[in-house]
């Protein structure tokens, strides 16, 4: 599975890593904000699987990043990571068509399951 980790913090980009490098064949690259987020996915013909956009991020935001994907890529799973100040804005995320969100902190098991979750309902899709 190959993981798109963009968050403008490294520590929680290490975090995530750690916990979704449990997943079968967990391949990762990484941005620091949306417009490093945009070129990376330029740069990868392949795309991602799955990518975990952080909300708030210098020089791009989370849900630009997100508007800016899904305007030619309906496909590929998008999990947003909030703050619970952001969390009431969650539903314009949704709306920008991220599959799923996690609010920060959240714990290894929260990650693991909404990571999960997010896999079970495209496949049933
Ligand atoms: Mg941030």
Known sequence: MKFLLVDDSKTMRNIQKKVLSNFPGAEFAEAGDGIEALSVIAATPGGFDLIMVDWNMPNMDGITLV?????????TLLVMATTEAEKARVLDAIRAGVNNYVVKPFTPEALTEKINATLAKAKAA
């Open 67 to 75: 508007k800016k994907i899904r305007e030619k890529d309906a496909k």
